[in-house]
């Protein structure tokens, strides 16, 4: 596993603590900072950077997975709902597509913003490594 995969598992765990941003980023900042070195620092945020999207659905993706992601587990519910009242086992195909692509469409958007958080807090180390406080 590298360095970039191991700080984005870490965001992840952050991500799950009910917190601000800001405090997320105080945390990662100080477990990078005895992790990993600047030249590592700035060789994953710019391997980050380049896998960040461009396009427009991924973008959405990462800022409002559950919005997106709502609709598909919609259509596996109305699946599941269909297929036990009219006992139509082809409705529950239905069920399996739309709770597959949601579950993907929220763990894309997971990683994503893991990845964004990480990059925030890596811009936040170099900053304060530019400008340090008294």
Do not use: C, H
Request: proline share 4%.
């Amino acid at each position: 596993m590298g360095q970039s995969e191991r700080l984005v598992l870490m965001a992840e765990d952050e991500l799950t603590q009910y917190s601000t941003d800001a405090r997320k980023i105080e945390k990662l900042r100080q477990k990078i900072g005895l992790s990993v070195n600047a030249r590592e620092q700035q060789e994953v945020k710019e391997t980050l950077l380049a896998e960040m999207p461009t396009d427009p659905i991924r973008k959405l993706v990462e800022t409002q997975r559950q919005t997106v992601a709502l609709p598909f587990w919609g259509i596996a519910g109305l699946g599941l709902l269909f297929g036990i009242s009219s006992f139509q086992p082809l409705d529950f195909i239905a069920t399996i597509v739309g709770g597959a692509i949601a579950f993907n469409v929220q763990k894309l958007g997971w990683q994503l913003q893991a990845k964004r958080l990480i990059i925030r807090t890596l811009e936040d180390i170099e900053e304060r490594r530019k400008n340090p406080t008294p």
